[in-house]
């Protein structure tokens, strides 16, 4: 039996975000590492899954606060 391999912007559709942000969370370890192929980098469906209901949890756990905090928008007042 064979898993199903994903891309990155299947990844974002998945958790309703953007491309970028997906990269941001990779690199801070709310997402797994990807399979490479090549060039290519690939996510099995199952740890995207995985990864989903984990954040999840932790939201539930934490009063449903958000977890994932990105980079401030606009102007820095410095």
Same mark, same amino acid.
């Given at each position: 039996?064979?898993?199903?391999?994903?891309?990155?912007?299947?990844?974002?559709?998945?958790?309703?975000?953007?491309?970028?942000?997906?990269?941001?969370?990779?690199?801070?370890?709310?997402? *797994? *590492? *990807?399979?490479?192929?090549?060039?290519?980098?690939?996510?099995?469906?199952?740890?995207?899954?995985?990864?989903?209901?984990?954040?999840?949890?932790?939201?539930?756990?934490?009063?449903?606060?958000?977890?994932?905090?990105?980079?401030?928008?606009?102007?820095?007042?410095?």
């Amino acid at each position: 039996m064979s898993e199903e391999l994903i891309d990155i912007t299947d990844v974002a559709a998945r958790l309703k975000v953007c491309v970028r942000t997906c990269e941001h969370m990779i690199a801070s370890g709310a997402l *797994p *590492p *990807p399979v490479r192929i090549g060039r290519a980098r690939r996510w099995s469906s199952s740890s995207i899954d995985e990864a989903i209901r984990q954040m999840a949890g932790r939201a539930i756990a934490s009063g449903g606060s958000r977890q994932w905090v990105g980079r401030p928008r606009g102007r820095s007042r410095t």
